[in-house]
């Protein structure tokens, strides 16, 4: 059963094919981060060039999943974002649940996966929130979030990611 995700719209600079996958491998698992921050570049692109959102939001990683790869890949890629934007990057989300990586779980797994996974740890009543990510596969994460920061509130979501999978 199919259903409408919480979130409005989705902004993507790549779709995850070609070189890309290799680009953001290197990026997220060989500590490339001008790579990452390279890419958040063309995802500046094909954003609103006025300001209509009040925060960005990276996806929050784990603690242990941040103390593992040193950084968290969704804030090297809001960075540039804010800056340019004029906006703060938000830490409003925190990961509270250690979850295996989801690159092989099909798209049920992944939605049961990160159900119950993500707290919000401040107001974010009234926000149009954009929230970015490196890759968006079903959406299951990003979807949710959009449901989490909704739930409490949040005008509006959209979602801002390097890349997605192509639609089969």
């Known amino acids: 059963m199919q259903t409408t995700p919480a979130f409005e ?26 790579i990452g921050q390279q890419l958040s570049e063309h995802l500046l692109a094909v954003l609103p060039q006025t300001n209509v959102f009040d925060l960005i939001v990276p996806v929050p990683l784990h603690w242990s999943g941040l103390v593992q790869r040193g950084f ?20 409003c989300l925190k990961k509270t649940a250690f979850r295996r990586h989801q690159q ?13 996974s993500y707290a919000i740890t401040r107001d974010v009543r009234h926000r149009h929130i954009l929230l970015v990510d490196d890759v968006m596969t079903t959406g299951a994460t990003v979807g949710a979030i959009a449901q989490l920061l909704r739930d409490a509130g949040a005008n509006r979501v959209d979602i801002a990611c390097l890349a997605r999978t192509p639609k089969t």
């Open 9 to 34: 719209r989705t902004y993507s600079a790549f779709i995850y094919q070609g070189y890309v996958p290799w680009l953001i491998n290197r990026f997220k698992h060989q500590h490339a981060l001008t």
């Open 104 to 116: 092989t779980l099909n798209r049920a797994q992944r939605q049961r996966a990160v159900r119950n």
């Open 72 to 91: 968290n890949q969704a804030e090297v890629i809001a960075r540039p974002l804010a800056h340019h934007l004029k906006l703060p990057v938000d830490h």
